[in-house]
């Protein structure tokens, strides 16, 4: 098959990496003028013009990044087919579709409102209680476009640093930690879970994944598999769908979901007998889904900002150096490792370990390290 893929990022590298041993090629759609996949063919379209190009060369698409005209993908799909369907997009990349969209199935949320002046996140913040997060509706990711408001008084300038004619507000969630679910539905209805995973953010961006995420009940995990099970359902989906959340004292508040590969999902490249990757292009080319089961206890160190000292951590026996080809910048993602390990302890060590040799990065804060019970 003849996949195109709309964005051109490192996801979509990834894709690609994982859909050639299955006899695929790539052609990437990049509209941001700066595509990184750095493999298969790109077609750049600033103009929004080549679009009839790119679907020429195309026998069916799909996506490694939502943040672009949902219009696009809906005239894409009149001509191929497009998995998961444009809906996905146009509820992933305006939260308030999403957040309305989970209220709907019964999956639950923060409290939230929606803001479109200063003084109506001022109130905003009043209603809910402070500390609340206010969030540009569109365009998110990797925590920009954000403010917390630890009182209504912060409105004003939390409202012109995000520089957004529409938030969404929310209550701050005391969380104990943070998780996510990836899941994949085939063309013919079928779904797979990966186990859950724990995230680490830092300043917004993700820098550790722990699966399976250690100490977590059953009882959790089928309640998200519920969840999105019924997004997927909805959504009559097909591929790859990442769903975000927040455990608190003994259950789960929906953060947000992704209608794609997921970087919290990374860990599958070794750590899962088919990675996330191979699912979504099994998925999407109408083949059967892979085994979603892990092969033992992983973690996933993303590698932000510099790259550090790649070749001691290649000594290493333990760790997988997975680089996406990008220049350094600060906040940018470079790359990730992936580490196993038969033990939450060893993996604990290992981790630390390998994180030495990556510059800025941030204590591993999680149920690894902590000795309180969660
Ligand atoms: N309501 C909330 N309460 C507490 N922390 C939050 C809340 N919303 C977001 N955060 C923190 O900010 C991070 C980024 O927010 P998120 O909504 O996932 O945006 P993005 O689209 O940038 O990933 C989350 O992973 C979490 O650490
Ligand atoms: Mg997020």
Redesign the pocket.
């Known amino acids: 098959m003849r996949i195109g893929v709309l964005g051109a990022g490192q996801l979509g590298r990834m894709l690609a990496l994982a859909g050639y041993p299955l006899a695929n090629t790539f052609v990437f759609y990049d509209m941001s003028g700066n595509p990184s996949a750095g493999i298969g063919e790109v077609v750049t379209d600033q103009s929004g013009d080549k679009a009839e190009a790119f679907l020429a060369r195309v026998d069916l698409v799909t996506y490694e990044f939502e943040h672009l005209p949902v219009e696009i993908a809906e005239t894409m799909a009149r001509s191929k087919p497009v998995h998961p369907a444009p809906r996905a997009l146009q509820v992933c990349q305006n939260r308030e579709a999403e957040k309305t969209l989970f209220g709907r199935l019964g999956i639950p949320t ?1 409290r939230w409102q929606m803001a479109d002046s200063a003084e109506s996140l001022r109130q905003a913040a009043e209603e809910l209680g402070c500390p609340v ?1 206010a ?1 540009s509706n569109t365009e ?5 476009g ?1 403010a917390v408001l630890r009182s209504p008084d912060d409105a004003e300038q939390a409202w012109n640093a995000i520089g957004h004619d529409r938030l969404m507000v ?4 005391n ?1 104990s930690r ?1 998780v996510s679910l990836i899941a994949v539905r085939s063309s013919d209805g079928d779904v797979a879970f990966y186990p859950m995973a724990e995230n680490v ?1 830092h300043e ?1 961006i993700l820098r550790y994944s722990i699966a399976p995420a250690p100490r977590l009940s059953r009882e959790l995990e089928e309640e998200a598999d519920g969840y999105i099970r019924a997004l997927l359902h909805e959504l009559d989906y097909v591929g790859v769908l990442a769903l ?1 959340l927040f455990e608190t004292d003994k259950s789960l508040v929906a ?2 979901m992704a209608p794609r590969v997921h970087n919290s999902g990374h860990w599958t490249m070794e750590g899962a007998m088919t990675s996330q990757f191979e699912n979504h292009i099994r998925a999407v080319t109408g083949l059967p889904l892979g085994n979603t089961a892990p092969r033992g206890l992983s973690c996933m160190v993303n590698i932000i900002g510099e790259h550090g000292n790649i070749k001691r951590i290649l000594e290493l026996p333990y760790a997988h150096v997975h680089l996406y080809d990008k220049e350094e910048r600060p906040g940018r993602k470079l790359g990730h490792v992936n580490v196993l390990a038969d033990s939450y302890e060893e993996l604990r060590w290992r981790v630390e370990n390998v994180a030495q040799f990556l510059p800025g990065s941030p204590e591993l804060d999680c149920s690894l390290t902590r000795t309180s019970p969660l």
């Open positions: 923060p997060v969030k998110g990711y990797d925590g920009k954000q929310e209550k701050f969630v969380f943070e953010h917004g975000e953060n947000e």
